[in-house]
């Protein structure tokens, strides 16, 4: 009698110890998982869940056995169903919450911010450097997209696709090609440039939204002011009615290239580029630069002004003048400041 009691209570110690593991391990699905900080997790093709739980609990990251996962999944198919991609782990979620984020699919959207006064080629650095992005851009992208990009309306069919993307910060998925990012921006710029040009001042000196787009990456170049971007745009447009040279820098850095190293000379404002508005009258063939949103506002909404000159200051603003008299007293003004300096 005194076995069959000793055996009794064993095997009531026993099931005591397996309900407790059981309890405990069930608690640990709805407790926070075991992380101190925002990590990504990539779930590739082809794991199952129990595949994806082994490899949690490898790192450190959950202590649910196999076999609870195992009766776990049984009992609830729906978040047993995991899908590849990136995502999003935080110390905060549990389990629970990290198998019904992977099922449901919901990725990680990582972001590249392509900022506007920038050129194509130091996008596509941008872009090559972003995380997660397969890289799949080739040195020569505008044969590598030609049949894919959108033209803009006055654009040559041989141009150099410079300006025609539209700055902007562009959300995408682990894997995401990076000539799909291109492209999404190319549309953007499209779409908007379409409907910035329908709204348009009228008697502008533009004959195509091609070349508003132009005059729009001159602007962005020309000042990191906001507030002064429509008066810059005012000057180069009453330029372009009279039929000045518009003679801004930013051409002439444009048209030496890879060759500049930051010292712009009097021998390169003489030098003949098809850039250089010190040399050729009226806009270069392409813009020089991505324009946002405000520039190309600007060039199509430019302020209303007696002015043809203006001068930088040495701080980021310039001064405005209406004769080359008053131009050249700005001129000597700051540069005296500026070789004080």
Known sequence: MKVFYSALILLVILVMVIIGYGWQQIQLLNAPVQLTHTQFYQVKAGDSAIAVMDDLREKGITSVSRL??????KLEPDISQVRAGVFQLKPDMSLHTVFTLLAKGKEYQFKVSLVEGLTLNQWLLSIKAAPYVMNDLEDNVALQLSNQLQGIAGMPEDAYPEGIFLADTYHYAAGFKGSDILLRANHAMVAYLEQAWDGRDSQLPYQT???ALIMASIIEKETAVPAERPRIAG???????????????PTVIY??????DGNLTRAHLREKTPYNTYVIKGLPPTPIAMPGREAIHA???PAHTDDYYFVSKGDGSHQFSATLEAH?????????AKNRE
């Open 68 to 73: 609870v996962s195992r009766i776990w999944f």
């Open 209 to 211: 939204p091609y070349e």
């Open 235 to 249: 000057v180069f447009v009453n330029r372009l009615r009279k039929g000045m040279r518009l003679q801004t820098d």
């Open 255 to 260: 048209g030496i290239g890879a060759a500049f």
């Open 299 to 301: 060039a199509l909404h």
């Open 328 to 336: 050249n007293r700005a001129v000597n003004q700051y540069q005296r």
